[in-house]
């Protein structure tokens, strides 16, 4: 598995970053997407470790989403509402929850995520196994899926692949899959996953001062932001 990529605990990494998706799911103005989008950015500057270049890649292709959005807003405005105003709203409300929504995939290692669970929140062994196997599964379909294509095109050179042949393709990749879930039962059987009792874990997730920390100041941030906005009546909960 893959080191984790911030020092930080992922539990405070989820709720630090919930502290600053929760304003941005409640407001649709212009102000609170925007100021929370710097707020996530300042956020992943503390965590640190990002990969940067393969981040702004991403949150620019997912934008596109946003920009449509904007679009259809313009085009094709509700009935008595300024499309304008709408598409600039819902622009930035989707742009500002995109990034910090992948921001939390870019620092978070979904193994370490899992592991936390289990270890600090009491996520049940059953779960959290059926988890760590279903995200180490998918590399297996993607070998077992170039397999496949590689017999058809073998078998059936440069003829034009047809619906039965698409159909072969998708049985195929059932089966196998099904045989990975056989694999995952038996082995979630021999390691006592529906056993009680404590379980013991090769690698901690530690919980430290540091993280309390974190978790502290992220929540001011984001709770005191929203007061601003709040008082100084920027915080929109129409869209007009």
Same mark, same amino acid.
């Given at each position: 598995?893959?080191?984790?990529?911030?020092?930080?605990?992922?539990?405070?990494?989820?709720?630090?970053?919930?502290?600053? =998706?929760?304003?941005? /799911?409640?407001?649709?103005?212009?102000?609170?997407?925007?100021?929370?989008?710097?707020?996530?950015?300042?956020?992943?500057?503390? &965590?640190?470790? =990002?990969?940067?270049?393969?981040?702004?890649?991403?949150?620019?292709? &997912?934008?596109?989403?946003?920009?449509?959005?904007?679009?259809?807003?313009?085009?094709?405005?509700?009935?008595?509402?300024?499309?304008?105003?709408?598409?600039?709203?819902?622009?930035?409300?989707?742009?500002?929850?995109?990034?910090?929504? =992948?921001?939390?995939?870019?620092?978070? *290692?979904?193994? *370490?995520?899992?592991?936390? /669970?289990?270890? $600090?929140?009491?996520?049940?062994?059953?779960?959290?196994?059926?988890?760590?196997?279903?995200?180490?599964?998918?590399?297996?379909?993607?070998? *077992?899926?170039?397999? =496949?294509?590689?017999?058809?095109?073998?078998?059936?050179?440069?003829?034009?692949?047809?619906?039965? *042949?698409?159909?072969?393709?998708?049985?195929?990749?059932?089966?196998?899959?099904?045989?990975?879930?056989?694999?995952?039962?038996?082995?979630?059987?021999?390691?006592?996953?529906?056993?009680?009792?404590? $379980?013991?874990?090769?690698?901690?997730?530690?919980?430290?001062?540091?993280?309390?920390?974190?978790?502290?100041?992220?929540?001011?941030?984001?709770? /005191?932001?929203?007061?601003?906005?709040?008082?100084?009546?920027?915080?929109?909960?129409?869209?007009?």
């Amino acid at each position: 598995m893959p080191a984790r990529l911030s020092p930080r605990n992922p539990l405070a990494v989820l709720f630090v970053t919930a502290c600053l =998706i929760v304003p941005v /799911l409640l407001s649709t103005g212009y102000a609170v997407p925007s100021a929370y989008f710097i707020l996530g950015v300042v956020n992943l500057w503390v &965590l640190g470790g =990002i990969p940067l270049g393969r981040y702004l890649k991403t949150l620019a292709l &997912l934008s596109l989403v946003s920009l449509g959005l904007f679009f259809l807003n313009v085009l094709a405005p509700a009935e008595g509402s300024n499309g304008l105003a709408r598409g600039v709203a819902v622009f930035l409300r989707s742009v500002s929850l995109i990034s910090l929504s =992948i921001g939390f995939i870019f620092v978070v *290692d979904p193994y *370490d995520l899992v592991r936390a /669970l289990m270890i $600090r929140l009491r996520l049940s062994p059953r779960v959290g196994y059926a988890l760590f196997a279903g995200w180490n599964t998918i590399p297996l379909l993607r070998r *077992d899926l170039g397999i =496949i294509e590689n017999a058809q095109a073998f078998r059936f050179g440069n003829r034009r692949r047809r619906i039965r *042949d698409r159909v072969f393709t998708a049985v195929s990749l059932l089966t196998g899959a099904v045989r990975h879930a056989e694999r995952v039962s038996l082995s979630m059987a021999a390691r006592g996953a529906d056993s009680p009792g404590p $379980r013991t874990f090769l690698k901690d997730s530690p919980w430290t001062r540091g993280d309390t920390l974190y978790c502290a100041a992220g929540f001011l941030a984001s709770a /005191l932001s929203a007061a601003y906005f709040l008082k100084s009546g920027l915080f929109a909960f129409y869209l007009g």
